[in-house]
């Protein structure tokens, strides 16, 4: 991947590079929360998603109240950009938006306090230009794409690869193999997440759309990941992050 991190560096970046390491890998995402000190770092971080609807700013609270690493909102139509802004200041930890389509990519210019944007599939390219001390740049790719497109990864303007199927696509549904959905997370996708994080060769977040289960936080850990994301709500980020905070690191 272009070494965009060393142009747009963000609290996402700076905390990727510091990542405790397994068995020698190099290391990851490492967000901290307040209680956290410099010592004790996460395995893997956990950013957990919300809607950016009309109580963002309760939405807000509500997750940050299970400690994550770092908020999402997810752009929507009536997205408020300043009370979006508001959730921002009141957070307290890195926040980033997630944009699905061109309707959403219009409001982030009026959106302050990013450290990141993350660009669905269907988002505009145009979001991956712009100042190289802008927010970082995700970009959302399906365990399911093309592998004739993936050596193009390395050539995106991007910062981080987040591996995941869009909203409303099921882990089953979509050809992930045996093992999806409820059930946790399969071979079949996690050798897909590997190709992906190899071609891109750079930070991986990995999305609860695979049909991740907090049981799968060790093998995720085991084979380099560096976080997950998660949409599921308060209770799945709890569940996450005790998961996560039991790692087996040695």
């Not at 390219?125 to 970009?139: I, M, Y």
């Not at 049909?211 to 997950?228: R, S, W, Y």
Request: proline share 6%; hydrophobic share 45%.
């Amino acid at each position: 991947m272009q070494k965009t991190g060393d142009e747009r560096e963000g609290a996402l970046l700076r905390l990727l590079r510091d990542r405790p390491a397994r068995g020698g890998r190099a290391g990851g995402f490492g967000f901290t929360t307040g209680a956290e000190t410099a010592e004790k770092k996460r395995a893997m971080g956990v950013v957990a998603r919300v809607a950016a609807g009309p109580d963002v700013v309760e939405a807000m609270r509500e997750i940050a109240s299970t400690s994550p690493d770092g908020i999402e909102f997810a752009l929507e139509p009536g997205t408020d950009p300043a009370e979006v802004t508001k959730a921002i200041a009141a957070a307290g930890i890195p926040c980033g938006v997630y944009v699905e389509g061109a309707g959403d990519a219009v409001l982030v210019d009026q959106i302050e306090g990013l450290d990141w944007v993350h660009l669905a599939a269907a988002a505009p390219a145009s979001l991956l230009a712009g100042a190289k001390d802008g927010p970082t740049r995700l970009v959302e790719v399906s365990p399911d794409a093309p592998v004739g497109r993936l050596p193009g990864l390395a050539g995106l303007k991007a910062d981080v690869v987040v591996v995941d199927r869009p909203a409303g696509t099921s882990a089953a549904g979509a050809g992930a193999g045996a093992g999806a959905g409820a059930s946790g997370l399969s071979l079949d996708t996690l050798l897909a997440l590997l190709t992906i994080g190899g071609a891109a060769k750079g930070p991986t977040l990995v999305g609860e759309g695979l049909g991740l289960t907090p049981a799968d936080a060790q093998v995720l850990h085991d084979h380099g990941v560096e976080g997950v994301l998660l949409a599921g709500g308060p209770a799945a980020a709890r569940a996450f992050i005790a998961a996560i905070d039991g790692l087996d690191t040695k």
